[in-house]
């Protein structure tokens, strides 16, 4: 075996806490190791291992696979759209199936497969690239695929139930409210999709912390494999970009179920707020998709072509612009309802700058080609395939951001091509090439011979002929979402040439499941490295085991070639010699070792939550809205019990991971796994309120039927309320203070319970404001304050909730000098909670005097 | 700059090729790539094209130069039009704009109950009738003759059927108005 | 986190800009600030341009302030402050170019 490749520009670290000079642990039998890892890390056997697994390589398989299989529903929905639109009078769909089905497609489409297709490639690869055991909180992992699946289910059941949503993937009030959707479509599609994107906030908060705390000792992100920088990326933008999404959701289908105003103009509501918290979310989106595909090709391409790639600060520096600048392009999707020009043309000049950090991947890419040796692997024909498509797609979108071409193009069959250009061409053919790239250590076989080679060309030749033409199609003024058009001969033959080409594509598409089926079955055992790659994900035998290293990488050993010195146990952590699921956690910026975490071994408190979850969900979609503080009960319970594995009675001793290294274990820190992901949570809640900000600042503003009519809340009671309320959150956040600065003493508790009691007088203020609100049915100002009322009352209950589990704490004896229980994390909530809170009091006084 | 886009693409392309073919001579800096094509080739072409959509869009923006205006209403699932008759007073109709050759108009749009979006492909441009807000746009028909028009953002059942013309005069020539055609709407825009 | 954060210094004041001209230009155009004139022009350009302007000299000022060097970890923080400066340049460049309510 040549050795693999080696990076030749090994960036100097990061300043920060020099790591200590680590040694080798000695060598140990490698088959030993690998049973007592297993023994430990592997899913429980049968049926009942299969529902309480929390492996990342299981889970991340499970999402997935089960994303190409609705892949495959969305597939065969777009099949049924292609035959309607083949002839000009297609009589094949009636309208309201039609509607149905090109919903379905794009909801299926952009909800269950482009976004868990990412998070399952993240979660199966980013600690074997990362040289990590698993994900930073397994549980969660699990809980978001559940919360997928329940999901998803429910939106697939409303299609053969034939009440799917039929709105269009956008869902644009008022189509979509109760007047003029009155049945249960619109519902199954609100609620259905906040209940997956539970599952992509959950993926963004585990992989912002992992990326950030979980690497190999010693791995400055300076020198971080480019994946990792992608993917921190992606969940970045997914942690402030689903929040909008969901505010929407929560909105309009308060509107819905209770008839307060948000988007209806007659109640001083306004429909283009929707179609900004759907585009502020949508947009960046796109980018959301495109960043881990475009990780997979900066993975991919220097390894086929024998080579490092060109300009890894460019690269880096472009995902950064990448991920910024895709929040400020929202509107270009809005440049035709009647925005002013000069806002129109700060998004567009986003639009069109958001090309060149795309374009400096691509010439990087292509530098990176023409350095190196090429050989024409199956997934580097996927990787051709993607340039081909890539770039044609966007240029025809920046095309599209410039504003008097999209007056024309916008809502066309033009559209439609460009974005299945971008999407296909930018997510499709990468993970096709990541597909084929991982499948060895995926399966642990080789692939059959000239199979992928044929699917490759049905698919190239099958969406190049579907979808070029559609280009044409579009300029010819064929709209987008029409099921019939029998007064315009002029777009029978395109559309037919697409319906024909669309066929072919279906046929490619499943040939290349075929193939991979095969591969899984029949395909020969495959050599280790089989690619010769330098990444730490192949320093493991193949199919990866449930551990991924039998021991974890010493600094500056991080690539492929350490893989028997892993298996021997000569890194750090070699084993698990006290039956734990053990990983390393390292500071962010240079990635010195700072604990070790102990992860929760297999469980079915993940699938418990996600059904008590899939109850209030259900509940919400039956209507029967008096039962469902029965399904939050349930899900408090059941989140309770979540913190049980987080505590421990003693203090444990601190553990020799190498040589000259000993590290506590994380039940005796404080910056600890959880408490990251604590604030990566608390990120994502304040785009949340922010958006809320933004919707009462937007109509206030902009919105017709304002001002509002006169308001009862401007008396002394009123502040009478609001004051108490707000002093004693602030005691509560003294109190979150206090009782973890006296934990060890017998002050802690009475601070602790200093805590709940005043958290509980917030709460009983806050429903004695919630008596006083105008009926929130009257005008959209009333309904926000009645939003604002709300956030403010969950927050303060999850704020007491967690008081109450540190005075628990505290009383168990799970806290001491050293452990410090649930304390620091009910000090992040609660001045959450004070910090909202008395924004949202400044906003209703302002709202008042002004 | 459908040729451009193309001579862009076909560049990237060629280079693309160039590279596989020509690839493992020397190591190429990275900052010939990602410095010099990445930004150098970008950036200009962007500004270029930006600040040229800038300025054609300021040209078409509706302005308060006493140009003729109409009105189009939006419902489900048809149009409403006003626009001056014969004699100069406002006549309404249904589903047939009537406007002057060779004149920039305006057209006030909006709708009744969902969003609905004017759209005349050969008169270009397109605006979105929201309810509740009036946009305007500008545009101006060429020659005398009859246009085609339709709704181009998804309004539920009659979407595809929501079609309208544009009936284009000489000035001074106001035709006669098709009472039959206006009233029932052309075929299938009462449909379902 | 440090380092992160200096990287993220330039794209971040970017984007606080952005929505803080967005937000002007919304209630400038709401409450007819084209209307009102100043010794520099009207109230809702001048608002405007000049926040653009102040921004842009936060920008230089981050860009001005951050360690040279050619290693990897003080290269990425002034790539991530260049790409803000360009962006805010560019993105409200529409503040000078364009008629603002129209």
Redesign the interface.
């Known amino acids: 075996m040549t050795g693999p490749v080696r990076p030749d520009d090994l960036p100097d670290p990061l300043p920060g806490p020099a790591a200590p000079e680590l040694r080798a642990n000695p060598p140990q039998r490698a088959l030993r190791l690998h049973r007592e890892l297993t023994r430990v890390w592997s899913d429980a056997p049968g049926f009942y291992g299969w529902l309480a697994s929390v492996n990342h390589t299981s889970i991340g398989r499970r999402f997935m696979a089960t994303a190409c299989f609705f892949f495959a529903i969305g597939g065969v929905l777009s099949m049924l759209i292609r035959a309607q639109l083949a002839t000009p009078r297609g009589a094949f769909l009636d309208s309201a199936l039609y509607n149905q089905i090109f919903t379905m497609h794009g909801s299926i489409m952009m909800f269950l497969f482009a976004i868990p297709m990412l998070e399952g490639l993240a979660l199966w690869l980013l600690p074997k690239i990362l040289g990590a055991r698993d994900m930073a909180f397994p549980r969660l992992s699990a809980l978001g695929y559940w919360c997928y699946l329940f999901g998803g289910t429910i939106i697939l059941i409303s299609l053969l139930a034939g009440v799917a949503p039929d709105g269009g993937w956008f869902m644009y009030v008022p189509l979509s409210d109760k007047t003029h959707t009155p049945g249960i479509n619109a519902d199954v599609w609100l609620l259905g999709i906040t209940f997956v994107e539970i599952s992509a906030v959950a993926a963004a908060v585990e992989i912002t912390v992992t990326i950030l705390r979980c690497r190999a000792a010693g791995m400055a992100l300076t020198r971080m494999p480019l994946m990792g920088w992608y993917l921190l990326g992606t969940s970045g933008m997914m942690l402030v970009g689903f929040p909008p999404l969901i505010l929407g959701s929560i909105l309009l289908e308060v509107e819905r179920a209770f008839g307060w105003p948000f988007f209806d103009v007659a109640r001083g509501g306004d429909p283009l707020l929707w179609q900004h918290l759907f585009w502020l979310f949508g947009h960046p989106e796109v980018y959301i998709i495109f960043l881990p595909a475009a990780g997979a090709l900066s993975t991919i391409i220097p390894v086929l072509c024998r080579t490092t790639i060109l300009g890894y600060s460019a690269i880096v520096a472009a995902i950064l612009g990448l991920v910024f600048l895709s929040f400020g392009l929202w509107v270009h999707h809005m440049f035709t309802v009647g925005i002013p020009h000069m806002a129109l043309g700060f998004f567009s000049a986003a639009s069109a700058l958001v090309a060149v950090p795309t374009a400096v991947q691509v010439f990087a890419w292509i530098g990176t080609i023409r350095q190196g040796r090429p050989q024409l692997h199956l997934p580097m024909l996927y990787v051709l395939g993607f340039f081909l498509t890539f770039v044609m797609g966007g240029l025809t979108g920046v095309m599209l951001a410039i504003v008097p071409f999209n007056w024309q193009a916008h809502d066309t069959a033009f559209v439609t091509a460009h974005l299945h250009y971008v999407l296909i061409g930018g997510f499709v053919f990468p993970m096709m090439a990541a597909l084929t790239y991982w499948m060895p250590l995926l399966s642990g076989r080789e692939r059959i011979p000239r199979l992928g080679e044929a699917a490759f060309w049905l698919i190239l030749i099958g969406f190049h002929g579907t979808f070029f033409i559609m280009h044409l199609t579009g300029l010819l003024g064929m709209p987008r979402r029409i099921d019939i058009y029998p007064d315009n001969p002029e777009w029978v033959l395109p559309n037919l040439i697409s319906s024909i080409f669309g066929m072919v594509l279906s046929i490619g598409f499943a040939l290349f499941a075929f193939d991979l089926a095969l591969q899984w079955i029949f395909g020969a055992r495959s050599r280790r490295n089989p690619w010769q790659a330098p990444t730490l994900d192949w320093a493991m035998p193949l199919p990866a085991p449930a551990y991924n290293f039998a021991s974890l990488p010493l600094p500056g050993r991080d690539d492929a070639g350490a893989i028997l010195a892993l298996a021997r146990g000569e890194g750090i952590l070699p084993g698990a010699p006290r039956g734990w699921r053990e990983v390393l956690v390292v500071e962010p910026g240079s990635g010195a070792p700072q604990h070790i975490a102990v992860l929760p071994g297999n469980t079915l408190l993940p699938l418990a939550t996600a059904a008590t979850i899939g109850s209030f969900f259900l509940l919400m979609l039956a209507g029967l809205y008096a039962l469902t503080p029965l399904a939050l009960i349930a899900i408090v319970l059941v989140g309770w019990r979540w913190g049980a594995f987080m505590g421990c009675r003693q203090d444990p001793a601190p553990v020799k991971a190498a040589p000259g290294l000993v590290l506590p274990l994380h039940w005796t820190c404080r910056a600890t796994l959880a408490h990251a992901g604590a604030v990566a949570t608390l990120v994502a809640d304040g785009a949340l309120y922010a958006c809320l900000l933004f919707g009462v600042g937007f109509l206030s503003v902009v919105a017709p039927q304002w001002p509002a009519p006169q308001s009862g809340l401007g008396t002394a009671l009123t502040l009478l309320l609001a004051l108490p309320c707000l002093l004693a959150l602030g005691l509560a956040s003294l109190a979150a203070r206090r009782t973890e600065a006296l934990r060890a003493e017998a002050a802690g508790r009475r601070w602790a319970l200093t805590g709940v009691l005043a958290g509980l007088v917030a709460l009983v203020a806050l429903a004695g404001l919630a008596l006083m609100l105008d009926d929130p049915r009257r005008h959209a100002r009333d309904a926000l304050r009645g939003v604002l009322l709300g956030f403010a009352l969950f927050h303060v209950a999850l704020a007491l909730i967690f008081a109450w589990r540190t005075w628990c704490d505290l009383r168990d004896g799970r806290m001491g000098p050293a452990r410090r229980g649930a304390a620091p994390v009910w000090r992040l909530w609660q001045d959450f909670a004070l910090a909202t809170s008395l924004v949202s009091a400044l906003l209703v006084i302002g709202q008042e005097v002004l | 700059?459908?040729a451009g886009?193309a001579a862009?693409?076909l560049f990237?392309?060629v280079?693309?090729a160039?590279?596989?073919g020509?690839?493992?001579?020397e190591?190429?800096t990275?900052?010939?790539?990602?410095?010099g094509?990445?930004?150098g080739?970008?950036?200009p072409v962007?500004?270029a094209?930006?600040?040229?959509?800038?300025w054609?869009?300021?040209r078409?923006?509706?302005?308060d130069d006493g140009a003729l205006r109409v009105t189009a209403t939006a419902r489900?699932w048809g149009w409403q039009f006003t626009q001056p008759g014969p004699d100069g007073r406002p006549v309404t109709t249904e589903n047939v704009l009537y406007v002057p050759a060779g004149q920039p108009f305006d057209i006030e749009i909006t709708a009744t109950?969902?969003?609905h979006?004017f759209?005349v492909?050969?008169l270009?441009?397109?605006?979105?009738a929201?309810?509740?807000?009036i946009?305007?746009a500008r545009l101006t028909a060429g020659t005398p003759g009859e246009l085609?028009g339709?709704?181009?953002?998804?309004?539920?059942?009659?979407?595809?059927?929501m079609?309208f013309s544009v009936i284009v005069y000489e000035p001074g020539a106001f035709p006669e108005i098709d009472q039959t055609a206006t009233a029932a709407g052309r075929d299938?825009a009462e449909a379902? | 986190m440090g380092w992160l954060f200096r990287v993220l210094a330039g794209p971040m004041l970017w984007a606080i800009l952005f929505a803080a001209v967005y937000a002007l230009h919304g209630i400038g155009c709401a409450r007819g600030w084209p209307a009102i004139a100043t010794p520099l022009g009207n109230l809702h350009l001048v608002a405007m341009a000049l926040l653009w302007l102040t921004g842009l000299a936060l920008h230089v000022l981050i860009l001005l302030r951050l360690p040279q060097g050619t290693a990897r970890a003080e290269h990425l923080p002034r790539l991530g402050a260049g790409i803000g400066l360009v962006a805010t340049l560019l993105t409200l460049s529409p503040v000078i170019l364009i008629s603002t309510c129209g």
């Open positions: 700059m459908l886009a862009l693409t990237v392309l280079l693309l160039f590279s596989w020509r690839s493992g001579q190591a190429a990275g900052r010939v790539w990602t410095l094509l990445g930004l080739l970008t950036l962007l500004a094209l930006v600040g040229y959509g800038f054609v869009g300021e078409i923006l509706p302005r489900q109950d969902v969003i979006s759209w492909p050969r270009g441009g397109k605006m979105d929201v309810p509740g807000r946009n305007v085609e339709l709704c181009a953002e998804f309004c539920g059942l009659g979407h595809s059927a079609r299938g379902p």
